[in-house]
């Protein structure tokens, strides 16, 4: 079973509108962490935010938050006021109790247009 | 600081032929690891290292080997290189359970 899932292969928004990325997770370990990051064409990783499963807030970064329902085991990704320099792939990632590996999802490509 | 270097930045290499990618860090952190990057499927982790002088296997580590004799620096090696390993490897340090910071990626080829 996929332990990071990403169903969005690509998104399109407007400049200055808010879009949300999709991501969902599986794991049965109650102490884990979140993570997205933003990969430019030019190919670097740039980590954006992160979230623990035991943070009472969901976690915020500038124009970036992470809208974490534990329920429904998904950390979604939220851009508000987004930018053309937005477009990139985009990766969720999730580290399970106290291992120090990251489990990467497939990826979104997120595409702002004027 | 350069943050998280990684030497060579593009390499082609021949079936069979061996090579060493060099990760190179200036932050001081204890944990090291090798991703490989292949379209639609996201990174895989292949190696990595908590410690100088440590080692332990990821998620796809055949056909790898790596080394972390001092604390700046992780390699990666392939000794007998296949096509199955044309990817972008990507390189990160960190500090373990928060963010890993990433080097810039080697694209490597195999024929």
């Known amino acids: 079973a996929q332990k990071i899932t990403q169903t969005q292969p690509g998104m399109f928004v407007q400049e200055k509108e808010a879009v949300t990325l999709d991501c969902t997770y599986d794991?049965?370990?109650?102490?884990?962490?979140l993570f997205w990051y933003k990969q430019p064409s030019s190919g670097e990783m740039i980590f954006l935010i992160y979230?623990?499963?035991?943070?009472?807030q969901n976690a915020t970064e500038g124009r970036y938050s992470l809208n974490f329902q534990k329920a429904r085991k998904s950390a979604n990704l939220v851009i508000s006021a987004s930018q053309l320099g937005d477009s990139a792939m985009y990766f969720c990632?999730?580290?399970?109790?106290?291992?120090?590996?990251?489990?990467f999802g497939t990826g979104t490509r997120l595409q702002v247009f004027p | 600081n350069a943050g998280v270097t990684q030497t060579p930045k593009f390499r082609v290499l021949k079936t069979g032929q061996s090579m060493t990618l060099l990760c190179a860090q200036d932050m001081n952190h204890e944990y090291m690891y090798w991703y490989r990057q292949d379209p639609g499927m996201g990174l895989r982790l292949i190696h990595y290292?908590?410690?100088?002088?440590?080692?332990a296997k990821g998620e796809v580590p055949d056909g790898y080997n790596v080394s972390r004799l001092k604390k700046q620096n992780f390699l990666l090696g392939l000794e007998s290189a296949a096509p199955s390993q044309t990817s972008v490897y990507f390189c990160?340090?960190?500090?373990?359970?928060?963010?890993?910071?990433f080097g810039p990626g080697t694209r490597l080829t195999v024929t």
């Open positions: 794991t049965s370990d109650p102490s884990y962490g």
């Open positions: 290292s908590v410690g100088e002088g440590t080692t």
């Open positions: 990632a999730m580290r399970e109790g106290d291992t120090d590996k990251l489990i």
């Open positions: 990160a340090s960190g500090l373990g359970s928060y963010e890993q910071y």
């Open positions: 979230q623990g499963s035991y943070d009472q």
